[in-house]
């Protein structure tokens, strides 16, 4: 009902306006006082009152583009009548009066008659007119005559101004001018002027479309083809085709299109340098003004030819459905970024510019008031006055008074309408008048700078186009050179947000944060996002540098200076600010964080990484706080206990230190086990714990020791064995007590040739591995009494004295307390006197290890287990020579290096104790001594060292230095004896009784 009775509105003014001008305009006779008046308004032309019926037509115009363009409303109103129908069918189910109803549905096709079909504009022209004995128009000749001249001389002055450089908003007023031209045709059907036509229609050509309001676009051609049936008839084929004529204007445009954006760029750039200069180099103020006005004026110029631009190439491309190419979509977006480089610029010099309005306006003044005094001057010098006369020195004073005073819409609009009498006098030149009309528009736009600044650089149709936006911000983080931009292509998105608050269907605000959010994501996805990811490259590639990456050719991939992402301010996004430096600090944190806790042995390159980013990018990013060594807990002792089998196997034991290493592993990191980890542990699970790991040790060496049974009652063994012990016995005395050690290589050897298996073990090997896991597992059970003894003394570190402790239970009996207070007392006592009992006394495991199962070793029945003892001698050669060969591999880093196919390896103490365990629960540590074993092997290393060196003298300088690393090797395999012997003397004191 607001538009019906703004439309009603419309038209009654057009009525009043066209009966104004008609009664003004009209010929009569000479006694007639009308015709007295209207001849002194003869040669008066009220341009400025066609120019504003025009503005009104405009109006109109864009109500009916509007609304036709809008197919949704045309669907809601649709479905709005039908829900209507559908109450008049049933008023009484609604609650409705059958009348009311009726009126409604009359309302409707009334309103849809008038405002939905798209003859708002029409109906307006076609209305009556003529009022019979009052107003006559249509047989007016004085009215049709100054109607036509009034368009031609509006037409002149846009088809001047129209495809020029110095061209500003004329184009917006093209359509009034139509209008104004239907309307013409309409009243007064007069087709002569075919000429004129002409013109008007090779202007129309030079506006292919003009953007009306927001994405409203408007077509002169469908419009003069439309309301000027008549006059399109004198057009040919060719010239009648509007499609076949914008493809054409299309092709021209997307052709020129980029060279015509630089080239504003350019000029753009140019008049901001000059905008932002203070201009105080100039002697004269006048001079100074003029300039700031031309500038000001420039800039006006520059906004409305690039705003023309974009509105019309993305209005004839959506019209004509065709394609952008990609270069299209940065120039568009181009375009937004100058209107508000240009915006900006104007906001940033307001303070200039306020100081200077006034004295722009009043040096305009002053000059309008020149041009106007000889005209004064003369009129009042004259004795006799016509009606003519003082009709122009009533308008002169008028003018004058007008000039004198701040130059608001109703002043201007009088002083315009005083110039029009002013003007119907000769007194001035053709130039003078020019002068003057181009002085008063410098006053209406210095006048209207704000309004007109932001008309001009208003982006609001991006909106409608925004399809493109993430395609643009993809450009721009391939050319981090315009990261700055950035900042424009947003706040041009802005510049919906006056439309937006016009929305009565839903609230703006909902628009706001759908658009919000919708702009975000794309910048998210687009630069934000492979921002992040490119700068970790970055980083990552920096640091490890010193690897063999793919080497970046700059020549062939480019160079990105991503810190020009980094360096930008936050970006406000309707109300919301989105900090590109504060995502990517983030984004870092995190993925360091992240990325570290599963790699603690990493910690030094992320520390690096992000030293570098602060220096190379300026991020500050957060210290991780992350443990760069093990972590205190450890493996828990529950998960070591339910797979000792598994832990005896992948761990290596150290017998000094009492830790466990770990052999290999998928990361750069070994894990390892010590007394702290079990103590940490045993204070989890409460020292219960540790008589539960004994049973399941217990358990896990009787399913080993079946096994080692199984091995020494081999037939192939066996007889070995008991054929080095016999020699042994027959041969005690020529071999000095000592067993040899070439039998024992010997023996190493023979078993090989039983067999291998795919990992290249021999029987023997495997049976030393036997023996590792029995001692592991003897380790870890010295391990846990370690750490409950380590728990235990921390616990019992709060008691004061340990050889005389008080009974709490006695103490708060005879202070008479609760009996909760005596429980807790009682509970306190019992703790307390468990572990000074466990610290003084502690739990010999061992020897309860050796007594269940030395009962058994010893029985008769197992005669083939005293045996043993023989077999030592070749084990520990066999243990010799594989703790080299890993220590080796220490130095001599593989590929599989760490991995399950080769363990890290450099101490491996298992096998000591397993032995001095075995010889334990055989009773065979005098038997092994018998043999002299380590004697043996200190007096083969001499011998052999002696040999070498004999030989050495006689051999060539080639031959010496294999010689020297021959005694090299010696030497290693009798020091790795020597370690052995220290560790297996150790174990052996373990099991002393």
Known sequence: MDLSTLVNRGYSIVRNIVSQLAALYQSGSSSSPLAIYSASFKNVHLQTVFESLGNLFTTLLTLDEAIVQNTALATAWGRYIRMAKNIKGDPARYGQAEDNLWQLEKLL???????????????????????????????????????????????????????????????????????????????????????????????????????????????????????????????????????????????????????????????????????????????????????????LTQGLVFANHVSLLFKTMV??????????????????????????????????????????????????????????????????????????QLDVLAAVRLAMTMLN????????????????????????????????????????????????????????????????????????????????????????????IPVFRK????????????????????????????????????????????LEVSVRDPFRTGVKDLTRFVSLPPVRIFGKCLDIRTHITHYLDTTFYNLNTVALYDWKTYGEMRNLATHKYGLHLAEVHLPGQTLEQGLDVLEIMRNIHIFVARYNYNLNNQIFVERSSESKTLNTINIGHI???IRTHGTGIMNTTVNFTYQFLRQKFNIFSQFLFDDHIKSRLYKDIKFYKESRESLGNMYPFERAVKF?????????????????????????????AMGYIRLVRSGGLHYISNAIKFVPDLQNISKFEELVTKEGLSPETTTASKNLDTAIDSLAKNFAEGTEYFKMLVQVF????????????????????????????????????????????????????????????????????????????????????????????????????????????????????????????????????????????
Not at 522 to 530: E, G, T
């Open 109 to 295: 096709f009334s309103l849809k008659g008038q405002l939905l079909d798209g003859l708002i504009f029409q109906n307006c022209i076609e209305q009556e007119f003529d009022f019979p004995g009052l107003v006559e128009v249509k047989t007016n000749k004085a009215f049709k005559t100054e109607f036509f001249a009034n368009i031609k001389g509006i037409f002149s002055g846009l088809a001047a101004r129209i495809g020029e450089t110095s061209e500003n908003n004329q184009r917006d007023r093209f359509p009034g001018l139509c209008g104004l031209y239907a309307f013409y045709m309409s009243l007064f059907k007069d087709p002569s002027d075919k000429t004129f036509f002409k013109s008007f229609w090779e202007l129309q050509k030079k506006i292919p479309l003009v953007n009306l309001y927001a994405n409203v676009s408007w077509f002169p051609g469908d419009f003069i083809q439309r309301l000027l049936p008549s006059m399109s008839k004198l057009l040919s084929r060719s010239e009648a085709d509007l499609v076949a004529q914008r493809r054409e204007q299309l092709k021209m445009l997307d052709k020129d299109f980029a060279a015509q954006v630089r080239h504003f760029y350019l000029q753009v750039s140019k008049w901001m340098v000059r905008m932002e200069s203070n201009l105080t180099n100039r002697a004269d103020i006048w001079e100074i003004m003029n300039t700031r006005t031309s500038l």
């Open 315 to 388: 209005g004839l491309h959506v019209h004509l459905a065709a394609p952008l190419r990609p270069s299209d979509v940065r120039a568009l977006c181009q375009c937004c970024e100058l209107l508000k480089g240009i915006e900006n610029t104007f906001h940033r010099r307001s303070a200039v510019i306020g100081e200077n309005v006034s004295l722009m306006m009043q040096q305009i003044s002053v000059f309008l008031q020149q041009g106007l005094l000889p005209v004064k001057t003369r009129l009042e010098g004259s004795r006799n006055f016509s009606d003519t």
């Open 405 to 496: 005073g701040p130059a608001t819409p109703e002043r201007r609009l009088l002083l315009r309408l005083a110039l029009h009498v002013v003007f119907q006098m000769n007194w001035l030149k053709d130039q003078d008048i020019d002068s003057l009309k181009g002085a008063l528009r410098r006053l209406e736009l210095i006048a209207d700078l704000q309004d007109s600044v932001r008309e001009a650089t208003d982006c609001s149709s991006l909106f409608w186009s925004r399809e493109m936006i993430p395609a643009y911000f993809t450009w721009l983080y391939q050319h981090p050179t315009h990261a700055p931009n950035l900042q424009y292509i947003v706040a041009a998105m802005h510049d919906v």
């Open 503 to 546: 929305a009565v269907h839903v609230d703006h605000k909902e628009l706001e944060k759908s658009l919000g959010k919708e702009i975000e994501e794309a910048l998210l996805s687009n630069i934000v996002q492979p921002l992040c990811r490119d700068i970790e490259t970055d980083l990552r590639l920096h640091i490890h540098s010193h």
């Open 679 to 681: 103590a940490n542990s």
């Open 748 to 776: 190493n050897k023979d078993i090989r040739k039983l067999g291998v298996t795919d990992a290249g073990m021999s029987f023997l090997d495997q049976f030393r591995v036997l023996i590792t896991h029995i001692g592991n």
């Open 854 to 993: 030395a009962e058994q070793f010893r029985n008769p029945a197992n005669q083939h287990l005293r045996n043993f003892y023989v077999i030592v001698p070749p084990l520990m050669l066999n243990y010799i020579e594989h703790i080299l060969l890993a220590k080796d591999k220490l130095v001599k880093k593989t590929k599989h290096y760490g991995s399950a196919q080769e363990p890290i390896l450099f101490t491996d103490d298992g096998f000591a104790i397993g032995v001095a365990y075995i010889l334990k629960l055989l009773d065979q540590n005098k038997d092994f001594d018998t043999l002299h074993w380590f004697n043996a092997v200190s007096k083969w290393h001499a011998d052999e060292e002696k040999s070498v060196n004999i030989s050495n003298t006689k051999r060539s300088k080639e031959d010496q230095q294999t010689t020297q690393l021959t005694i090299k090797k010696l030497r290693a395999h009798q020091m790795e004896f020597d370690l052995f012997r220290y560790s297996f003397s150790g174990a052996r004191i373990f099991f002393k009784d």
